[in-house]
């Protein structure tokens, strides 16, 4: 899994996650995310300007070569999805591009909203 710059926070929309802390947040509240999630989550994060393919993503959170029959990453995909979509229904944060990957970029009513890392913009 990917390391973490101490005291780094990603914010976006109304989810807030702390690498360094092992957590994750919805509005404030504590999001109930296995490791494998939260490493999933903070690698797609981390790269949210573009779209992320599965073997990058695998090999950032499972740190292993990745092979094309492994559904490791959609399977966790769905996971987290389900948990973003259960504290935040009117927000998308995971989008499919389909053949090429997934991107992070959270949505409300079809506007993209800003992303900024709380430790850079102090």
């Known amino acids: ?6 005291g780094e926070s990603l914010q976006m929309g109304d989810l807030e996650i702390r690498p360094d802390e092992f957590t994750a ?13 939260l490493a999933l989550l903070t690698a797609l994060a981390r790269r949210s300007d573009r779209i992320v393919s ?3 993503l695998y090999s950032a959170v499972w740190q292993q070569p990745f092979s094309e029959d492994n559904r490791s990453v959609d399977v966790y995909i769905g996971k987290l999805r389900q948990k973003l979509e259960a504290a935040l229904p009117e927000q998308r944060y995971i989008h499919t591009h389909f053949g090429f990957g997934y991107r ?19």
Request: proline share 7%; no cysteine; glycine share 4%.
């Open 1 to 6: 899994m990917e390391a973490a710059t101490f």
């Open 25 to 37: 947040f919805a509005r404030g509240e504590p999001l109930a995310l296995t490791p494998r999630e």
């Open 54 to 56: 599965r073997a990058e």
């Open 104 to 122: 992070f970029a959270p949505e409300r009513d079809g506007a993209l909203q800003v992303f900024h890392n709380a430790a850079t913009d102090r």
